[in-house]
């Protein structure tokens, strides 16, 4: 995976263990992502399938994309679609996708760089390979989340957030067994490049055969892990927990997950992505692209894509977004 990485581990800030008074989190339940296909025929996992609302709150979806290695002219994309009342969140490990936007955001994103895109009141987005891509092929591999937004932010001003990967903060377990990529929030005093309306952590980990994380997490967030690839075991109760599963963790102070000690050839070690946010408690009304608090909110959303109230296409660059 050409995810951000370093040689030394041992060179980066290291995480501290979690007080020995704090509460380890049980695993509630470990559930199997279903396969699908998603925009022009992309291959998805459905990381949340199964989940109730409430326990993933203030999550809304995500799709593990790929891993797929495509031919020459195979790879693929989304068209043009609407978006409101969330934030979608693109963290791509392998290949390669251009963004563009009907509020003017927009860029290349590409091994380990991450778009933010706040949908807010309303907007308009592609996401496809470039021509390049197209005819190259290739593998791809990523991750689309969809975070919630509460209804006083549901209209906010759209927004987009280029975190490219020298941007992402590097972090070591404390006995150097795990890198930890964090996207965005606050893990034990160490802050990501992402800037979040609802208050969130998204961290991806890889851990060496037989290391064990132990991970502070705010009580107040709830806490899910996801089985990017390779395997191991979640929790002190050490679930087994394999590619494309997802633990989710009842309350306490820190998360635990474990590398299995023999890996697959594919897999150099186990490849987690971690996160957690705060509960936001509100009605959710969903009704495909859009993601609101009551039904009319919902016919108001089809009005106004019909009506072009999402803006027009192709945007004018926004004054302060990357469209490189």
């Known amino acids: 995976m050409p995810a951000v990485t370093v040689d030394d581990l041992l060179v980066l800030p290291r995480v501290p263990e979690p007080d020995p008074t704090a509460i380890s989190r049980p695993v509630t339940s470990v ?13 998805v996992r459905r990381a949340f ?35 409101r009342g969330f ?32 949908a807010g009141g309303g907007v308009l987005h592609i996401e496809a390979p470039p021509e390049e891509v197209v005819m190259s092929g290739g593998l791809f591999h990523g991750i689309q989340l969809w975070v919630n937004l509460p209804s006083r932010l549901k209209m906010t001003e759209p927004r987009y957030q280029d975190i490219g990967r020298g941007k992402v903060k590097l972090l070591s377990s404390a006995d150097g067994g795990a890198l930890l990529r964090l996207i965005a929030g ?10 979040t309306h ?38 002190e109760s050490r679930r087994p927990l394999e590619m494309g599963q997802l633990a989710v963790y009842g309350a306490g102070d820190a998360i635990t997950v474990e590398a299995g000690t023999v890996q697959d050839s594919r897999s150099a070690g186990m490849e987690v992505l971690i996160l957690g946010g705060r509960p936001i408690r509100e009605p959710v009304a969903a009704y495909g692209p859009f993601v609101m608090n009551t039904r009319e909110e919902l016919v108001r959303a089809v009005e106004d894509v019909r009506a072009g109230r999402f803006g027009t296409i192709p945007a004018a660059p926004h004054p302060g977004h990357d469209v490189s």
């Open 87 to 118: 934030e979608t969140v693109t963290y791509l490990i392998d290949g390669e996708l251009r963004h563009q936007d009907s509020n003017g955001g927009g860029g290349i994103i590409a091994d380990g760089d991450t778009q933010w895109m706040t």
């Open 186 to 195: 606050n893990v034990a005093g160490h802050r990501g490049p992402g800037i």
């Open 31 to 43: 559930t199997t992502a279903p396969s699908g296909f998603e925009g022009e025929g992309f291959p």
């Open 198 to 235: 609802t208050p969130i952590a998204l961290v991806h980990a890889t851990l060496a055969p037989g290391a064990r994380l132990r991970l502070p997490w705010r009580p107040d967030f709830n806490a899910l892990v996801y089985t990017l690839a390779g395997a191991g075991m979640a929790g």
């Open 49 to 83: 399938a199964g989940l109730s609302p409430s326990t993933l709150d203030p999550f809304i979806h995500m799709d593990q994309m790929g891993e797929v290695d495509y031919a020459p002219g195979e790879p693929k994309g989304t068209a043009w679609h609407p978006h």
